[in-house]
């Protein structure tokens, strides 16, 4: 299952233009945006939502990440299916409307199982958000731009997790921490209508050199024979596994480190939705936007450089990360805090763009779903579970300082991500000069 499209020539899906294109990039950017301010919401707030329910660090691992993995991972793969072979745009209308109304919901659970099943359906909701964005961009926008494109859409996690921070903390600290679920859901309900009738499905493959009948003499494989495919390419799995084990590190950080600066650092909630939220906001959203512009450049010189760049930014995080955990004080944990923030998105736009340029145009939604099926069922369903389920097992021992040692222990994730990534360029190499191209 390899298929490297090449840039449109003239006649061949002429580039939509540059004024549309960019509202719909920034539409789905702000989707996205809903899409991760939903999802951490939990994590954001996770101190007055413990207090409220009384549920402990492994139940908060577990409900912001098995749980919601099990559902969102799995549930993409058919909902890919699907949008390969309907309107992505309705697909991604509903699925916004789903997870708005169940993160609502969240709001209005009165103990655990119930927040459970409300996030739960935050899943399946979001299951449905993010594969059919990357085909819709993918279509919009040709192969020397994609890079830079996906970057800016790839923004939606940062933006929402700062905006998550500063509207969520506020709001909790004004009225209590049911009402930024509230709102928040009540928004994402709206959008999912504007992204409805305002964004136009594009035509697949129509910045890339193909034509539809090389697609009719070679239709796309069935359901089951696609995902055997993908696993089956050395190059698309390695890229789907060392992207989970840096998103391991990604999510097992972000789920805690909210309660980790609150509890262990002794910062307050007003702190946190004023300077951890530019901490997050600044430093995520210039790292996935430099890497982005750094992929554009090289990966057109060398594919092996959408494996390199992730590695590098990994190796130099490692020091940094320490120190946030080390840090006596919440205000230096912050500043050792800026540079992880940064480096650690630089694998996010590179392998996405890198799987989305190695399939067949119809096979976009369920590649990026399938790529996200490992991507976050490795680090968002057992990144926060890991660190939880530590906390608690070190709670005996350091007590209060449980979560220090659990990210003390998430810290060697940084060496297997980047040795993973390091693996995969090599592998990129060999497959490019067994093919005759530039690895360079």
């Avoid at 409900?63 to 949008?83: D, M, Q, R």
């Avoid at 972000?254 to 609150?262: C, D, E, Q, R």
């Avoid at 989305?356 to 369903?381: H, K, Y």
Wanted: proline residues 5%.
């Amino acid at each position: 299952m390899s298929y490297h499209a090449t840039q449109t020539t003239e006649g061949q899906g002429a580039a939509p233009p540059r004024v549309r294109t960019g509202l719909v990039l920034g539409m789905l950017c702000f989707v996205y945006v809903l899409n991760f301010l939903d999802r951490q919401l939990l994590s954001i707030l996770a101190k007055p939502i413990q207090d409220g329910l009384g549920i402990t660090d492994g139940q908060l691992g577990l409900i912001t990440g098995f749980y919601f993995a099990l559902f969102y991972c799995f549930i993409a793969i058919p909902i890919g299916w699907l949008a390969d072979r309907t309107n992505r745009v309705k697909v991604l209308s509903a699925a916004c409307a789903v997870w708005s109304a169940a993160t609502a919901a969240c709001g209005m659970a009165g103990n655990y199982s119930q927040l459970v099943v409300a996030r739960m359906m935050v899943g399946v909701g979001e299951a449905g958000g993010v594969p059919p964005s990357y085909a819709i961009i993918s279509d919009y926008f040709p192969r020397e731009r994609r890079g830079t494109a996906m970057a800016i859409f790839n923004l939606g996690p940062p933006l929402g997790s700062a905006l998550g921070v500063a509207f969520g903390a506020s709001l909790a600290a004004s009225f209590d921490w049911r009402m930024p679920f509230y709102v928040i859901g009540a928004i994402g309900v709206v959008t999912a209508f504007v992204v409805y009738r305002v964004i136009a499905e594009p035509k697949r493959g129509g910045q890339d050199a193909v034509v539809e009948t090389m697609m009719q003499a070679q239709p796309a494989p069935g359901f089951v024979r696609t995902i055997a495919l993908f696993f089956a390419n050395p190059v698309l799995l390695l890229a789907a596994v060392a992207s989970g084990a840096a998103n391991f590190i990604t999510y097992g950080t972000a789920n805690f480190a909210t309660l980790f600066l609150m509890r262990e650092k002794g910062m307050e909630l007003g702190d946190v939705a004023l300077w951890y939220a530019l901490v997050v906001g600044i430093g995520m959203s210039a790292g996935i936007f430099v890497s982005g512009r750094l992929i554009d450049r090289f990966g057109a010189r060398s594919r092996a450089a959408y494996a390199t760049i992730p590695a590098i930014s990994l190796v130099f995080a490692v020091p940094f990360f320490l120190g946030f955990v080390w840090a006596p004080e919440w205000q230096t944990a912050l500043l050792f805090l800026i540079m992880p923030m940064f480096l650690n998105s630089f694998f996010l736009s590179a392998t996405v763009t890198f799987v989305q340029g190695e399939v067949r145009p119809e096979q976009r939604v369920i590649s990026g779903a399938l790529l996200l099926l490992v991507m976050n069922f490795i680090g968002l369903g057992l990144g926060p579970t890991y660190v939880g389920m530590a906390s608690d097992f070190f709670r005996a021992s350091y007590g209060e300082h449980s979560l220090q040692a659990a990210f003390f222990a998430l810290a060697p994730m940084y060496v297997i991500g980047a040795l993973l990534y390091f693996a995969l360029a090599r592998l990129i190499k060999r497959q490019s000069a067994t093919s005759g191209e530039s690895t360079s």
